[in-house]
């Protein structure tokens, strides 16, 4: 968690620093499949992480995260070290999960990602009992549940909602708003205006925001005034990141339903870039700088996937390994 209290050019640069190596890794892996050389199914957050990266910075290693099957940068974001990442997308022995989780059901509590969800919205309740945990030990944690505008319209949302406000539980519900439902947009499928404004039916208890989740200051901002509110005990937050999906649904998903218009304009403001001007703006770093940060983590990168190629397969014993059974 930085140790900022308010936004500044160095946690502009952090955001940055995240956020570029979410990219990275993202168009590494993307690459890897699109050329054949890794067969796996894949869903691209490109343009979604500098919500991931505030988010991340706005949390302690201790603290829980719940995320979804699109949720790569928020797996970096908290810290899931990159061979771990790469060799469990490689379904090797040395991933984060033994290579028997990947993409979609990644978890490491050693950085507090525990859980991955591949069903919509499933996160929502299982990041309520983490909080209730926290809650009941007194443990000072924090719970982020990360998920979709789609998932705003499934029961377990209003469950979990309801649930978390009564009980005045220690999370934060992230919804990332990216405008479409895999190929349906959010006007098609929700009634509300927002997603945030729903956070009044479930009381005082319960605090609903809509930021710009693509904006750095604001999306630190926002996370680090509901992570601040949720650890001192005054309750739930639910926190809208509007943004915006600059791949298709899974990788190999050409977006043909985004019109060409909107698309073009998203990727005229891909945040990457905006947020990269704004570091050089500020003075924080120089442009031959973050050129070197770049070139790092796609070193690292490198290394990654060497390692995860030279990592054995797990072995046949795994298949009853870490499985609970009757006895």
Same mark, same amino acid.
């Given at each position: 968690?930085?140790?900022?209290?308010?936004?500044?050019?160095?946690?502009?640069?952090?955001?940055?620093?995240?956020?570029?190596?979410?990219?990275?890794?993202?168009?590494?892996?993307?690459?890897?499949?699109?050329?054949?050389?890794?067969?796996?199914?894949?869903?691209? $957050?490109?343009?979604?992480?500098?919500?991931?990266?505030?988010?991340?910075?706005?949390?302690?290693?201790?603290?829980?995260?719940?995320?979804?099957?699109?949720?790569?940068?928020?797996?970096?974001?908290?810290?899931?070290?990159?061979?771990?990442?790469?060799?469990?997308?490689?379904?090797?022995?040395?991933?984060?999960?033994?290579?028997?989780?990947?993409?979609?059901?990644?978890?490491?509590?050693?950085?507090?990602?525990?859980?991955?969800?591949?069903?919509?919205?499933?996160?929502? $309740?299982?990041?309520?009992?983490?909080?209730?945990?926290?809650?009941?030990?007194?443990?000072?944690?924090?719970?982020?549940?990360?998920?979709?505008?789609?998932?705003?319209?499934?029961?377990?949302?209003?469950?979990?909602?309801?649930?978390?406000?009564?009980?005045?539980?220690?999370?934060?519900?992230?919804?990332?708003?990216?405008?479409?439902?895999?190929?349906?947009?959010?006007?098609?499928?929700?009634?509300?205006?927002?997603?945030?404004?729903?956070?009044?039916?479930?009381?005082?208890?319960?605090?609903?925001?809509?930021?710009?989740?693509?904006?750095?200051?604001?999306?630190?901002?926002?996370?680090?005034?509901?992570?601040?509110?949720?650890?001192?005990?005054?309750?739930?937050?639910?926190?809208?990141?509007?943004?915006?999906?600059?791949?298709?649904?899974?990788?190999?998903?050409?977006?043909?339903?985004?019109?060409?218009?909107?698309?073009?304009?998203?990727?005229?403001?891909?945040?990457?870039?905006?947020?990269?001007?704004?570091?050089?703006?500020?003075?924080?770093?120089?442009?031959?700088?973050?050129?070197?940060?770049?070139?790092?983590?796609?070193?690292?990168?490198?290394?990654?996937?060497?390692?995860?190629?030279?990592?054995?397969?797990?072995?046949?014993?795994?298949?009853?390994?870490?499985?609970?059974?009757?006895?």
């Amino acid at each position: 968690m930085t140790t900022a209290d308010s936004f500044s050019s160095s946690v502009l640069l952090e955001i940055y620093r995240k956020a570029l190596l979410i990219r990275v890794v993202d168009e590494g892996i993307r690459g890897l499949i699109l050329s054949g050389n890794l067969r796996i199914a894949m869903h691209p $957050p490109t343009g979604q992480e500098i919500v991931a990266a505030a988010m991340g910075l706005n949390l302690e290693t201790t603290d829980y995260l719940v995320t979804i099957y699109r949720g790569l940068h928020d797996q970096l974001a908290k810290g899931i070290p990159i061979t771990l990442v790469v060799a469990e997308y490689f379904a090797k022995a040395t991933g984060a999960c033994k290579g028997k989780g990947g993409p979609m059901h990644m978890t490491h509590p050693e950085s507090g990602v525990m859980v991955t969800s591949g069903v919509v919205g499933s996160g929502m $309740p299982i990041a309520n009992g983490l909080a209730w945990a926290s809650q009941i030990k007194g443990d000072n944690r924090v719970t982020v549940t990360s998920f979709g505008d789609g998932a705003s319209n499934i029961g377990a949302f209003h469950e979990a909602l309801n649930l978390a406000a009564l009980w005045k539980l220690p999370i934060v519900f992230l919804c990332q708003n990216n405008r479409y439902g895999e190929s349906t947009t959010y006007a098609d499928a929700t009634a509300s205006s927002t997603v945030a404004e729903r956070a009044t039916a479930y009381g005082k208890n319960m605090v609903g925001v809509s930021v710009d989740g693509n904006d750095p200051e604001s999306m630190w901002t926002a996370m680090r005034t509901a992570v601040v509110r949720a650890r001192a005990g005054e309750g739930p937050t639910l926190l809208e990141a509007n943004t915006f999906r600059l791949s298709g649904h899974y990788c190999g998903d050409s977006s043909p339903y985004i019109p060409k218009e909107e698309m073009e304009e998203a990727v005229a403001n891909d945040p990457i870039k905006l947020t990269r001007e704004a570091v050089i703006k500020s003075g924080a770093a120089t442009e031959a700088a973050l050129d070197e940060m770049k070139e790092a983590f796609e070193a690292e990168l490198e290394e990654a996937m060497k390692f995860a190629h030279e990592s054995p397969a797990p072995d046949l014993s795994e298949v009853e390994t870490d499985v609970y059974g009757a006895a």
